[in-house]
């Protein structure tokens, strides 16, 4: 089996800090980020998706953090397709409009390149430390099946190497009927590590929890299971606290899915007060229980 690590999809939100899980003692961003790496080995850094990093921000992470964590960095949402705060641009390459949010083909070619360029390069901290794990490029609803975007998938791949991005798709088509052979067939055959997903199921953002290896590493993501998905809260959204029966039944899975893998990454993104943390807690108890395998905290 391969090696597993398992963490969380944040350590700043606010209903966290509200919810008593750092201690009296951690009470700047320095000593939390120390404390979580200290319980888990890998965190997701989810904030990226909506402003872009300061290369500034990624040494702080590298510094505050001990050798061996890791870091997955979530793709800036106009990486992916999703709208963009024109706000949330770099002030030299925000387009002239008056729309709030603009799309990859609202900016001019050379500012979409550099947009690209200056979210890549901001990360080098994180590589020159060895602490940066995958770029996870998480696709919005609308990103079907078709060869277009299957293109993408591998230009992706291009722009990122030799750093490893992971795709997390939102749109059902990926895995209807034969399409689901299709689709890790593709992936395997390029070596693209797809992110398997438990999250509700019935929506049109829905996605079914296929466990599948498609490169040498796999990546899990746990969104809960709460009925307000579509809620625009946030905290409604995500605000799901997996029982330990649950967990019981997913640590199997997750050790079968390692199997396949050179290293897996699991992490809870059900980020509601401490839910995330104590689920992700309970988990690397039960897959320890078996394995040898499991990454301690940092």
């Known amino acids: 089996m ?10 700043t939100d606010r209903t966290l800090l509200d919810s008593g899980w750092y201690p009296q003692t951690a009470d700047t961003p ?19 998706y909506y402003s872009p990093p300061a290369e500034r921000t990624a040494r702080l992470w590298a510094e505050r953090t001990p050798a061996g ?4 960095v979530k793709a800036f949402s106009m990486l992916t397709g999703h709208p963009t705060r024109v706000s949330a641009l770099y002030k030299d390459l925000r387009p002239e409009t008056d729309k709030r949010n603009v799309y990859p083909d609202d900016l001019a070619p050379q500012a979409y390149e550099e947009v690209w360029t200056r979210f890549l390069s ?12 995958a770029l996870l490029f998480q696709f919005p609803p609308w990103f079907t099946i078709k060869r277009d975007n299957k293109q993408y998938l591998l230009e992706v791949a291009k722009r990122c190497a030799p750093l490893q991005p992971v795709y997390e798709f939102r749109h059902a088509s990926w895995f209807d009927g034969a399409n689901r052979d299709e689709t890790l067939a593709f992936l395997r055959t390029h070596r693209l590590p797809y992110v398997s997903v438990d999250m509700p199921q019935g929506h049109r953002s829905s996605v079914p929890p296929v466990l599948a290896a498609t490169g040498d590493l796999a990546v899990v993501r746990f969104h809960g299971h709460s ?10 959204k995500f605000g799901y606290r997996y029982s ?23 992490l809870m993104n059900n980020c509601y007060r401490d839910y ?4 992700a807690a309970t988990l690397t108890r ?10 301690p905290p940092g």
């Open 286 to 295: 039960l897959l320890d229980a078996d394995s040898g395998d499991l990454i």
């Open 69 to 72: 964590f890791t870091f997955n």
């Open 244 to 266: 330990d029966k649950e967990l019981r039944e997913w640590a199997p899975k997750l050790r079968e899915l390692a199997d396949e893998a050179r290293q897996t990454h699991v």
């Open 30 to 48: 320095e000593k939390r980020l120390a404390y979580y790496a200290r319980q888990f080995p890998l965190v997701e850094v989810d904030a990226t």
């Open 2 to 11: 391969g090696d597993i690590l398992v963490g969380t999809a944040s350590w």
């Open 276 to 279: 995330a943390q104590t689920n």
């Open 227 to 236: 009925d307000k998905w579509t809620s625009t809260d946030i905290h409604e």
């Open 122 to 133: 901001a990360l080098d901290p994180l590589v020159e430390a060895g602490k940066l794990g």
